[in-house]
T-cell receptor, first 113, second 113 residues
Framework: DGGITQSPKYLFRKEGQNVTLSCEQN?????MYWYRQDPGQGLRLIYY???????QKGDIAEGYSVSREKKESFPLTVTSAQKNPTAFYLC????????????FGDGTRLSIL | SQQGEEDPQALSIQEGENATMNCSYK?????LQWYRQNSGRGLVHLIL?????REKHSGRLRVTLDTSKKSSSLLITASRAADTASYFC?????????????FGKGTKLSVIP
């Protein structure tokens, strides 16, 4: 079955530590996205990538980094510079072209130890 | 950036009743989308309505769009307990950067058996 796989489901970060969230898709989609969701809130865009080897900052990119070396993979690193990383992180993908329906993974919940 | 805002924030109904959720946004759009999110899961795309459409149906879902009022509504008919979830509207931009979807904070729907 085609879909998006996020791992791990739960992640704990120590002070000063960088952590990387995995996102893999087998939908053959060109575009991929990372969102942050805080309790009772909507989704806020962190980064998005329209094509391999290219990505753009979203509304809240500070303290995060991404790479897009393969079409299937779009990992997100939460760096130590992100002072409030506790949130639910969602990865999504879509076909190329703006405003397309997005397919989501089941998220990674990140907490601070 | 523009943002969709859902209303009400929470809605509780009996099974079999209809549920109506509203979304308002601020600037011009190419299309508007509705998503569902079950607790602790990713979002699932429900329906997309383009700016030149006024109404769209999909099964028990009916979406309307009024671009003059910058508003949309999602109607779920004959609700079921399985419809319990949060519902989000998302808007794209009509110009450059329309890869970005902007999500509202959602309406939390509870359907009581």
């Amino acid at each position: 079955d085609g879909g998006i796989t996020q791992s791990p489901k739960y992640l704990f970060r120590k002070e000063g530590q960088n952590v990387t969230l995995s996102c893999e898709q087998n939908l053959n989609h060109d575009a991929m996205y990372w969102y942050r969701q805080d309790p009772g809130q909507g989704l806020r865009l962190i980064y998005y990538s329209q094509i391999v080897n290219d990505f753009q900052k979203g509304d809240i990119a500070e303290g995060y980094s991404v790479s897009r070396e393969k079409k299937e993979s779009f990992p997100l690193t939460v760096t130590s510079a992100q002072k409030n990383p506790t949130a639910f992180y969602l990865c999504a993908s879509s076909t190329s072209g703006g405003g397309q329906p997005q397919h989501f993974g089941d998220g990674t919940r990140l907490s601070i130890l | 950036s523009q943002q969709g805002e859902e209303d009400p924030q929470a809605l509780s109904i009996q099974e079999g009743e209809n549920a109506t959720m509203n979304c308002s946004y601020k600037t011009s759009i190419n299309n508007l989308q509705w998503y569902r999110q079950n607790s602790g899961r990713g979002l699932v795309h429900l329906i997309l309505i383009r700016s030149n459409e006024r109404e769209k149906h999909s099964g028990r879902l009916r979406v309307t769009l009024d671009t003059s009022k910058k508003s949309s509504s999602l109607l779920i008919t004959a609700s079921r307990a399985a419809d319990t979830a949060s519902y989000f509207c998302a808007t794209d931009g009509s110009g450059a950067g329309s890869y970005q979807l902007t999500f509202g904070k959602g309406t939390k729907l509870s359907v009581i058996p």
